[in-house]
């Protein structure tokens, strides 16, 4: 198997998360009541899911690292996953859930702007358009989840006893 240069390795790695926000977005969805966030969520799953097709579609021209990238963005996705399934165990709440993805999102929108640093000297235009694409949808997830977050947590009574 080919061996991935520093920018395939986070390319990978941005796809790998794309394909666990896939899952997260599903699982979080499951612990919200207000359906304006659930929408929200089932968007963002979307575009994770086109994110993660964009990705591959590169993978597919990266010459001779297709299974590399693949197997990356695999180990990616379940490193991901199992963090997920630690952080949102058993009596997870919606604001937990909100609270995950706002971590899970952040790092996402990280990963894709160490892509663009790093891409600054490959000078790939396929990964410039690809980070063009991507950037600001990752940067509106953040701030979509953080406030969504935010106005749970404003409803919860802060003198409640926690779990």
């Known amino acids: 198997m080919a061996q991935l240069t520093q920018l395939e390795s986070k390319l990978a790695e941005v796809m790998g998360l794309a394909q ?3 899952k997260a977005t599903a ?7 207000d359906k304006e966030v659930a929408q929200t969520l089932e968007r963002m799953g979307e575009e994770s899911a086109e994110t993660e097709e964009r990705c591959a579609r590169l993978g597919d021209e990266l010459d001779g690292k ?3 990238l693949s197997k990356k963005a695999r180990e990616t996705r379940s490193e991901a996953e199992q963090m997920m399934k630690t952080y949102l165990s058993g009596d997870a709440d ?3 859930g909100l609270e995950f993805l706002i971590m899970t999102e952040a790092g996402e929108l990280g990963h894709v702007d160490i892509v ?3 891409n600054k000297r490959a000078k790939n235009p396929q990964i410039r358009e690809l980070v063009k694409w991507v ?17 749970l947590a404003a409803e919860e009574d802060p003198n409640e006893p926690a779990d």
Do not use: F
Not at 135 to 151: D, G, N, S, T, Y
């Open 135 to 151: 950037q600001p949808i990752q940067k509106r997830h953040v701030q979509q989840i953080r406030q969504a977050a935010l106005k």
């Open 20 to 22: 666990a926000a896939q």
């Open 66 to 68: 297709k299974t590399a």
């Open 116 to 118: 663009q640093t790093l």
């Open 27 to 33: 699982r979080v969805s499951k612990l919200v009541e």
């Open 94 to 96: 919606a604001l937990d």
